[in-house]
């Protein structure tokens, strides 16, 4: 059904309260209030609004100044739907699409040139921190900061990184829940000033949608800041957020082989079960097992310390004990007890094949890594389903 303007402007009463590129109450022409008084119209706003400071925060100074005056331009041909009458809300449809359009196509050309200036950072970042420089957005902002903290020889200076540190937690003005959480970050006296770098960045790699056209670019952080990396990628969140952690894929086909693959199924209908009956505390053990699968591929060593050895019991005496359970069947628990020994075997192989570790480095890692991974997920099992009544 078509509405024209002035009776689209009478149902604002029925709508949401805001658009997320206006506040409805404050709604002043005809279009504004057609937005607002449309679902549709209004979710397009918000979609159009969230990829116009994407796609700013993708472009160097330069191209954002004429992004800016393009959307100015946009907005007084969007606004001149309001002379159509009753094909004013197909006319708002379609100049809305259009410049959705136009934006993402300028956002992933923007997008791929600013990660080729991050990709630079290892190898070249003297020549990183000066491509950046010309960006003014979030993302770009807390790189700089990263840069003059783990990059001397950038030359970031402290105040140049001061200033873009506030570039970067302002960009995340629109979202009190990151907020609070970076605060918290900050005030902890227990986090290092490296983690704290780290979380900013990751914050900011969230806000890019990086996962899925746009391949990630910051994986190199985890193998040259460990531990920092690690703790400032993983679970933060405690929420659905985690789900999303910015954990790169592990590095080598360890998990590709048949032992793991037997483990995995064995345990398949288990995290099916979580997935569909567990809390949101879930998705932060999600985070943690992404975490495990790329460290011990990039970093297995780092089982061989205290800290990533105490979850490493062997969990057979766990798995022979569980209750009978409809939604982890008898069979699929023999399975994963089959499997237990034919996985320690296969990861220990890899692990000094592939890693160089020695034989005996190598067997007390794979415990750390088989064995945490099994733990973790019977905890995460035993949690969420007595907390759902299974």
């Not at 679902?39 to 979609?47: G, I, M």
Request: overall charge neutral.
């Amino acid at each position: 059904m078509k509405y024209p303007i002035a009776a689209m402007a009478m149902l604002l009463c029925t709508t949401h309260t805001y658009a997320a590129s206006f506040d409805c109450e404050k709604a002043a022409s005809s279009v504004e209030k057609a937005i607002c008084a449309d679902s549709s119209l209004n979710a397009l706003d918000e979609q159009l609004a969230q990829q116009y400071r994407e796609t700013l925060g993708n472009l160097p100074a330069d191209e954002a100044a004429t992004a800016r005056s393009a959307q100015r331009n946009w907005l007084r041909e969007r606004d001149a739907c309001a002379a159509q009458a009753a094909g004013a809300r197909d006319c708002l449809k379609s100049s809305m699409e259009r410049r959705m359009t136009a934006l993402q196509a300028l956002g992933d050309g923007g997008s791929k040139a600013l990660d080729s200036a991050i990709a630079e950072i290892p190898s070249k970042p003297a020549d990183a921190a000066t491509r950046l420089r010309a960006y003014r957005g979030g993302l770009a902002s807390a790189w700089l900061v990263y840069l003059h903290q783990f990059e001397p020889s950038s030359g970031v200076s402290a105040a140049e990184a001061q200033a873009r540190q506030k570039l970067a937690v302002a960009a995340l003005s629109d979202d009190e829940f990151s907020q609070s959480v970076l605060a918290d970050v900050e005030k902890d006296p227990k986090t290092s000033r490296d983690q704290k770098v780290l979380t900013l960045l990751r914050m900011q790699i969230e806000r890019a949608d990086y996962g899925g056209d746009r391949p990630y670019v910051h994986c190199f952080v985890f193998a040259r800041q460990g531990d920092a990396a690690y703790d400032a990628m993983g679970p933060l969140y405690g929420s659905t957020r985690d789900g999303s952690a910015p954990v790169c894929q592990p590095t080598g086909n360890l998990f590709e082989q048949p032992a793991w693959k037997r483990l995995d199924d064995a345990f398949g209908p288990l995290m099916e079960a979580i997935g569909t009956q567990g809390g949101t505390i879930r998705y932060a053990s999600y985070a943690s097992f992404a975490v495990l699968r790329l460290r011990a591929t990039l970093s297995p060593r780092d089982f061989l310390k205290p800290a990533l050895r105490k979850d490493a019991n062997d969990p057979s005496n766990e798995l022979r004990r569980w209750t009978d359970n409809k939604d982890w069947p008898n069979a699929q628990r023999q399975a994963a007890l089959k499997a237990l020994p034919d996985t320690l075997a296969t990861t220990a192989q890899w692990l000094h094949a592939q890693r160089g570790l020695t034989e005996q480095e190598a067997q007390q890692a794979a415990r750390a890594i088989v064995f945490g991974w099994v733990n973790g997920w019977i905890g995460l099992a035993g949690d969420s389903l007595e907390a759902s009544g299974s």
